[in-house]
């Protein structure tokens, strides 16, 4: 089989009809075994939980060509764990983690021809979700769910890649202190689309959102997480009950205390003392690591390394981390899974 006839150097974070997509319904308490279909449509009940009260979750992972042509993902057992405790946070039937990542196989290898070949710089983007469906209005939880995968090549989801991006503080909240935020639910994005707007409209990336106790401490950004380089050259980042725990920040946590000994630490990271930090990024699946230029807060403008040139800490982060995920750096035990 030949690869798409795409120019994958210029695709951006963007849809795309690819030719499978992965199904399975759940009804009476067990799942079906699941098939491949070709129509990029659903038909469900108008009653459907997901339509009303957002019973909803959804994940995002990659797939990477390697240098050796074979075709590999980044820890999709981590996405599996995830949306098993974002089900159980809404009252939703468990995805295995054995059918999570055989869903995620089958739709990465009939629609191999979509994945970008090494050295394009583009992923395959796999797109899990499980919703509530069947016939309801009650707020409850639904009869029926479906799960489904489905993928498209991707490009860079923050422009420019590994140019610097501004952020602006937020004066809106993401998520409530007990609330939805560490769970990956379709509610915490639909929130943050108008303050998403706000900021793009004033030219920054994205919003950087603030503690919704106290709005004294970083949170996360809208689409990932945060983390600086301290002057001293640890690696820091928020630790909160109500931020996305992010594979790709712990990866990094991990790349950055055991492949660079460098001192790590999850804590408190508070908005008025951004001078500790010699270098910021965003990281995440769709982000991987975009570093952060300078982040708009109270009328003036932060700025960190630099608003043009990548730090060096972050570049070596960097290239560290795809580097695993391309298969050319060795990666720490269970990290890789080999779809090919
Ligand atoms: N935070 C938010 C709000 C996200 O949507 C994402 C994307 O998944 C992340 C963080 C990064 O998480 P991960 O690294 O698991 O993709
Ligand atoms: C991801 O990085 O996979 C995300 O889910 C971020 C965004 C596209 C919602």
């Given amino acids: 089989m030949k690869k798409a006839a795409l120019d994958w150097g210029k695709l951006s974070f963007s849809y795309m009809n690819t030719d499978y997509r992965y199904i399975s319904h759940w009804k009476d308490g067990a799942w079906d075994s699941g098939k491949l279909v070709t129509e990029n449509t659903l038909t469900i009940s108008e009653g459907s939980t997901a339509l009303h009260y957002g019973q909803q979750a959804f994940e995002g992972l990659k797939a990477y060509t390697r240098k050796d042509g074979r075709t ?91 140019t610097p991006v501004n952020f602006m503080v937020s004066t809106w909240d993401r998520a409530a202190p007990r609330g939805t935020g560490a769970a990956k639910v379709g509610g915490n994005y639909a929130g943050s689309l108008m303050p998403h707007e706000e900021a793009a409209h004033k030219g920054y990336a994205d919003c950087i959102y603030l503690d919704p106790a106290t709005h004294t401490k970083i949170e996360e950004v809208g689409a990932a997480n945060f983390f600086g380089i301290t002057k001293a050259g640890a690696f820091v980042t928020p630790l909160s009950p109500s931020i996305l725990p992010s594979i790709t920040k712990y990866s990094l946590l991990y790349v950055a205390g055991e492949y660079f000994k460098m001192k790590t630490e999850e804590r408190d990271v508070f908005i008025d003392n951004l001078d500790e930090f010699a270098e910021a990024g965003a990281c995440g699946t769709a982000a991987v690591i ?47 899974h080999f779809v090919d």
């Fill in 72 to 162: 590999q993902l980044f820890r999709p057992d981590r996405n599996a764990a995830r949306m098993q405790s974002t089900a159980d946070r809404l009252l939703m039937p468990r995805v295995s983690t054995e059918k999570f990542v055989d869903a995620c196989d089958q739709v990465v290898k009939a629609n191999w021809k979509y994945v970008p070949p090494y050295g394009t710089g583009a992923t395959l983007y796999l797109r899990p979700f499980l919703i509530g469906v069947g016939d309801n209005i009650g707020v409850r939880a639904a009869p029926e769910y479906i799960f489904g995968v489905f993928c498209m090549p991707v490009g860079p989801y923050f422009k420019g890649g590994m």
């Fill in 290 to 336: 975009t570093p952060i230029g300078g982040i708009f807060h109270n009328g003036k403008l932060h700025v960190f390394h630099s608003e043009t040139e990548v730090g060096p800490v972050t570049k070596k982060l960097y290239d560290t981390l795809v580097g695993i995920q391309y298969g050319d750096v060795e990666a720490p035990e269970g990290w890789i």
